[in-house]
């Protein structure tokens, strides 16, 4: 984290599969959604990730495909091969994006990985981190999670990897593990985020995904938007 506010691209330039996202931007959590982002002028980009049957790591949403795939073989992405998950579109169109390829060509870049797995599924999550073929943490990147047993999961394996812990309204709860592990917090809306009193000492990214830069918060740190191109100031392109 630096002194000024980041800005990160959410799920690379924004959503683009839920109701009432952008259709002018690449499928999110794409490559092209990634690449746009960073020639835009985008500090980071915040990415979400499952596994498939076979523990390899894939950038999607929601384990659930129906919601990111037309049409799918199966309801679950862990219901499938990496060869089979190879062969899915997305809805805008492209090919899921797997983590190799993330590892390969963004390491150095600043990216947040948030760890979804089997989140919204209803099914519960446990030990999948388990399942995961990664030794070490890219140093650029830090990692997130709504699930704080999931996050101490990866600090055994990762240590010294950052590490922020996804909260809404119940925050109180999420003081209790930043305490024990601290890094840094990340907070869904920023009408939510508690009174500055309350912030720990570790720094905070906030979402609020369809500001401009006149209304980023500079009490926060990082900040993750679906409109990169109303808070970024120089984009690179």
Do not use: Y
Not at 162 to 171: I, R, T
Not at 186 to 192: D, F, Q, T, Y
Request: proline letters at 5%.
């Amino acid at each position: 984290m630096t002194g000024r506010v980041l800005i990160g691209g959410h799920r690379g330039c924004g959503r683009t599969d839920a109701t009432g996202g952008r259709r002018d931007v690449p499928q999110e959590n794409s490559r092209q959604a990634l690449e746009l982002a960073f020639e835009l002028g985008a500090d980071f980009v915040e990415v979400d990730l499952c596994l498939d049957a076979d523990g390899a790591g894939w950038l999607v949403h929601s384990s659930r495909l129906s919601e990111h795939v037309s049409n799918p073989p199966a309801e679950f992405l862990d219901q499938l091969t990496t060869q089979d998950v190879a062969c899915l579109r997305g809805l805008g169109g492209q090919g899921l994006m797997p983590l190799v390829d993330l590892l390969r060509d963004f390491s150095h870049c600043r990216v947040n990985v948030e760890l979804k797995f089997r989140q919204g599924s209803g099914r519960d999550s446990g030990n999948e981190l388990d399942r995961l073929d990664l030794d070490q943490w890219p140093e650029r990147w830090w990692l997130s999670s709504f699930d704080w047993l999931l996050l101490d999961q990866a600090h055994r394996r990762w240590p010294s990897a950052p590490k922020g812990l996804l909260f809404d309204e119940d925050w109180c709860g999420a003081l209790d593990w930043h305490r024990a592990r601290p890094s840094f917090w990340l907070h869904p809306e920023v009408s939510l985020l508690p009174t500055v009193e309350a912030w720990p000492s570790a720094p905070v990214v906030a979402w609020s995904l369809a500001v401009d830069a006149g209304s980023v918060d500079r009490r926060c740190h990082g900040w993750i938007t679906d409109r990169l191109e109303r808070c970024v100031v120089t984009p690179r392109r």
